[in-house]
């Protein structure tokens, strides 16, 4: 017999730990290769993690409700004895010792603040250093860059000394001690910071709540506690100004209704009008491309990818954002089955980590609710949101040749909702606007 250690695997990009919810299997259970053994949360979705091999359950290392660190051990299983399950042991085992002999040699040479500074919560979501395949950063090669000021993208611009030119502790003291390329503020002097330098406030500091007469104390779940501070922290980030325009659905309404039971017969899948939504604002991206971006600080980071993220409410009644990406070089009907995969799994919890990060630009139904207008707050380290109300017939002034007549239109609010540190009102209210124009000018003859 061997054992394997079944270590927590990558969870997407710059998701570093995550929460063990559920232990599927118990102590002295058997496992099947590929099968789900225990269920983990991140602050970006929750997951079920399989088994890469087969063997029985020895133990559980990470209890629930514990935190795991992405590459290390969460259980131990016994496998059969044999060439290959042995060599994957020994292979997992010396990744592991390889990785806290890293540590020890970088902890022990380290200054009494630099460890403080290691063991406090990464609180500063846009100043937080993301490691990636391809850009890992040591938590201590993090911290002293967060100590010193040091941006994501100048950390990357250091030359690597590590494995696979990876930035080791030396590399970023070398560099700090031999002048930096750029100039940072102490954290002693009182100049004004950006808005997304700024510490983020824990805004559920410990409280003694009692209930009074006919009340009742209802905790928060996880997701919800998730939701909250990343809405007050997108609030405190961006300066929110909103733009509105109501637009004439018609001629999509009318299409939609003469092709829908011949799309669902043909494609086996339902068309809404969010693909068509969607599709228009694809467009209006490519006309405006400072719509697609994000802020680091003063830079300005203009997105070469349109990846558009969708707000879908979840049977417990949170919402999730899954994201389309490379949305642009879908056709309508590849944004249908894309759209209807991605609610329909984000409903019932199905959704992968990286299938709700990397979103550019987001898109919130809440037309779905019966409410025509509203102002959605920003997905931070994004810069914009488009809110798209519910189609309402109303009495309309219809030009024609003849005179201006009044009619019976289909009507629906787009509301849009941007960042005021670098889309000012001009750009924001003519990216809408564009939207609200290629709706309008939707072909009713044309075929999908």
Do not use: C
Not at 258 to 264: L, V, Y
């Amino acid at each position: 017999m061997a054992e394997y250690k079944f270590l927590l695997p990558s969870m997407g990009e710059g998701v570093m730990e995550a929460t063990v919810t559920t232990w599927l299997k118990s102590v002295g259970d058997k496992i099947e290769e590929d099968e789900s053994i225990v269920e983990v949360a991140t602050d970006k979705v929750d997951s079920d993690v399989p088994s890469p091999v087969s063997g029985v359950l020895k133990e559980i290392i990470v209890k629930e409700n514990k935190v795991a660190k992405v590459g290390e051990a969460m259980a131990i299983i016994e496998t059969e004895s044999s060439n290959e399950n042995d060599s994957n042991s020994i292979d997992n085992e010396n990744l592991e010792s390889e990785q806290k002999g890293e540590k020890i040699a970088e902890i022990s040479e380290l200054e009494k603040e630099v460890i403080e500074e290691v063991a406090k919560p990464l609180n500063n979501v846009n100043n937080k250093i993301i490691s990636t395949e391809d850009n890992f950063f040591s938590p201590l090669v993090k911290s002293i860059a967060e100590k010193e000021g040091i941006s994501i993208a100048e950390l990357k611009n250091i030359s690597g000394s590590g494995v696979k030119g990876r930035v080791t502790k030396d590399d970023i003291l070398k560099y700090i001690k031999d002048g930096r390329s750029t100039k940072t503020v102490p954290n002693n002097q009182s100049e004004e910071k950006t808005p997304s330098s700024q510490p983020k406030e824990n805004i559920f500091a410990s409280t003694n709540v009692t209930a009074g007469t006919n009340e009742e104390i209802i905790e928060m779940d996880r997701m919800r506690k998730i939701i909250a501070q990343h809405m007050v922290d997108s609030v405190r980030t961006s300066p929110h100004v909103s733009s509105f325009v109501e637009t004439d659905m018609t001629n999509i309404v009318l299409w939609r209704n003469k092709i829908k039971n011949n799309f669902q017969k043909r494609e086996g899948e339902k068309i809404t009008f969010m693909p068509i939504i969607v599709h228009a604002i694809i467009r209006a991206i490519k006309d405006f491309p400072m719509i697609n971006v994000s802020v680091e600080g003063d830079k300005i980071i203009k997105k070469n990818n349109i990846n558009i993220g969708i707000a879908v409410a979840r049977a417990d009644g949170n919402l999730i954002v899954p994201v389309i990406k490379n949305a642009d070089q879908l056709s309508l009907i590849g944004l249908t089955k894309k759209i209807n995969d991605l609610a329909l799994r984000a409903k019932n919890n199905q959704l992968k980590p990286d299938e709700i990060q990397g979103g550019t630009y987001t898109v919130s139904n809440i037309g779905s609710f019966g409410n025509i207008l509203g102002t959605p707050i920003i997905n931070q380290p994004q810069v914009a949101i488009m809110a798209v109300g519910s189609i309402v017939k109303k009495p309309a002034v219809i030009e024609t040749p003849q005179g201006d007549l009044i009619g019976i239109r289909h009507k629906m609010y787009l509301s849009h909702s941007y960042d005021h540190r670098v889309v000012d009102g001009a750009l924001g209210g003519m990216f809408v606007k564009r939207v609200s124009d290629y709706l309008e000018d939707f072909d009713i003859n044309q075929e999908i």
